[in-house]
């Protein structure tokens, strides 16, 4: 009898490009696809860190390379996305403002839109125009939230702009489907980075995280590199227009 063949996790061949590669998330992605084969091309805006995390992982043997990007930048991801189209983005870059819904000043709001939202928009066109033009397919993964899913204590821009990239996602994924390119979001639950690290000096904020996730501890960076690597790849080769939460059970009530 002839056996059904799991997907293979492997991405050899594949080319990927990761934002927000110098630290947190995006770093964990970044390590996740070259340590499954792939040729990772780092993004950050800073070279300073960027040049440090890709000499770590060259070091260890992997294949990645550094680009400076800013992905509020139009222009930028156009040209990160102009040569030989990328199999694999992930768009780790975010940014977080939080404050109480009345003292949101109107330039935080559009910092945090802007690279969380626009920012996300934009690339994501760029990178799927690539890909067309190429006439290949290839896997779109954005870094959005649980707080795409719920709200949050002072975090009415930050939720917005998660809510915001779910339905993008999901209205990219129609558009996009038949050319073979799927897109999709990673919703986690907080995890410890340089993002939350003024959240985790929060007493009170702290209560209320363990309090809300089920599994009674926070998340760390490779708690998200399986799902990075799951939604890279053939394993997920059926999915295209969904948020995989990965939060620990903290939307599951
Ligand atoms: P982080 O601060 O370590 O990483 C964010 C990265 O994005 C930084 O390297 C930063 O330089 C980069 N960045 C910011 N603006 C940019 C721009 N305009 N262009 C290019 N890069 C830019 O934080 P992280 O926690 O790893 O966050 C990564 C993503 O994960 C963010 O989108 C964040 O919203 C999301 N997220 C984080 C948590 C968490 O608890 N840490 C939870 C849910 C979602």
């Known amino acids: 009898m002839d056996l059904p063949r799991t997907p293979s996790f492997r991405l050899d061949g594949k080319r990927a490009l990761v934002t927000g590669a110098s630290s947190g998330i995006g770093l964990g992605a970044a390590v996740a696809l070259a340590e499954a084969g792939a040729h990772v091309v780092c993004a950050a805006r800073g070279m300073d860190r960027l040049t440090d995390a890709v000499a770590g992982m060259t070091g260890a043997g992997l294949r990645a390379e550094a680009l400076p990007l800013d992905v509020a930048d ?3 991801c156009r040209a990160a996305c102009a040569g030989a189209p990328f ?39 760029e990178a799927a125009r690539a890909m067309r033009a190429a006439g ?14 719920v709200g949050g204590i002072d975090r009415a821009v930050y939720a917005a702009s998660k809510h915001g990239l779910d339905g993008m996602v999901k209205s990219m994924a129609i558009e996009w489907g038949r050319a073979g390119i799927r897109i999709n979001a990673i919703c986690p639950t907080f995890i410890r980075t340089p993002l939350t690290e003024q959240t985790f000096d929060n007493p009170d904020r702290v209560k209320w995280i363990e309090d809300k996730i ?16 799951y939604l890279a790849g053939a394993a997920s080769a059926m999915v ?14």
Request: charged share 20%; glycine share 14%.
């Open 136 to 149: 290949q397919g290839g896997s779109i993964i954005h870094i959005s939230s649980q707080m795409a899913h």
């Open 74 to 76: 139009v222009e930028e």
């Open 214 to 229: 089920k599994l009674g501890r926070v998340g760390e960076v490779e708690d998200i590199m399986g799902a990075v690597v």
């Open 87 to 125: 199999d694999v983005v992930v768009n780790a870059a975010g940014l977080a403002r939080h404050s109480p819904a009345l003292e949101t000043r109107p330039e935080d709001y559009d910092a945090v839109m802007g690279v969380n939202l626009r920012g996300a928009y934009f690339l994501s066109t």
């Open 240 to 253: 295209t227009g969904t948020s995989l939460l990965v939060d620990g059970g903290w939307t599951a009530g």
